[in-house]
């Protein structure tokens, strides 16, 4: 009796260290990610095309928006499709000033990654335009990369962003 009460101790004991490693294996994950949308963000900012590219998959990368209604009305399609390289080249070169995030939501299990949010881009001290974002991230070789980036956008000048 003496060695199952032992026993069942023990293994409570293993699977208690078990759930704290899980939860700061998950914690250390969420903080890497939330490293990567702040390293995305200040690359824009500070024209750091070597660090930005640095944070993507080194292979193929999906980069695909979606223009929503009102704003489709200027454009013969809807999806726009490109690359980050483009999307660095063209707000690199222009007067951009920065992209921000909010609404952060993560789900990641240590190996691949969905990060979504709300997102808003600035030019010239003017919002431009806002939308939904989603982004695909693995863990390669034990950083974390950007596999595919999805987005909504909405021109403010057509559709005034809703007051968060």
Known sequence: MIKI??????L???GSKSLAQNAKA?????AELKEVLSSFMKCIVE????????????????????????SQR????NIFIGNYK????NVSNKDFDEEKFYNISINEDGYVASVTFD?????LHQKQNWGKESWGLVKANGKWKISSVIFSMEYEKNVPEPKR
């Open 5 to 10: 009460g032992t026993l069942l101790v023990v």
């Open 12 to 14: 409570s004991l293993f």
């Open 26 to 30: 998950k914690s250390n994950n969420e």
């Open 47 to 70: 024209k750091d095309s070597v660090k930005f590219y640095g944070l993507f998959y080194n292979g193929p990368v999906t980069w695909v928006g979606v223009f929503k209604e009102k």
């Open 74 to 77: 200027e454009k013969d399609n």
């Open 86 to 89: 483009g999307f660095y080249r």
């Open 119 to 123: 997102y808003c881009f600035w030019s």
